[in-house]
């Protein structure tokens, strides 16, 4: 199952859509983190998100870590 998680870079206030899918512990969640669980996370905190282009050129979410 996927959530889709919306952001806002605060430097250009582009409007940013990513997914992120429920792991083994049933958090949903950027690929190398386990410790977030975004279903849960207050909508206005801040984020710092990592995203790496693959072999093929898709775009993943793979990190995410709290500013606030």
């Given at each position: ?46 984020w ?14 793979v ?6």
């Amino acid at each position: 199952m996927c959530l889709f998680c919306y952001f806002t870079d605060e430097d250009t206030g582009e409007k940013i859509r990513l997914a992120c899918w429920r792991n083994a512990k049933a958090h949903y969640a950027p690929r190398k983190c386990t410790a977030i669980d975004f279903a849960r996370v207050r909508t206005d905190s801040l984020w710092r998100c990592t995203l790496e282009e693959d072999a093929r050129g898709n775009i993943n979410w793979v990190m995410a870590e709290a500013l606030d």
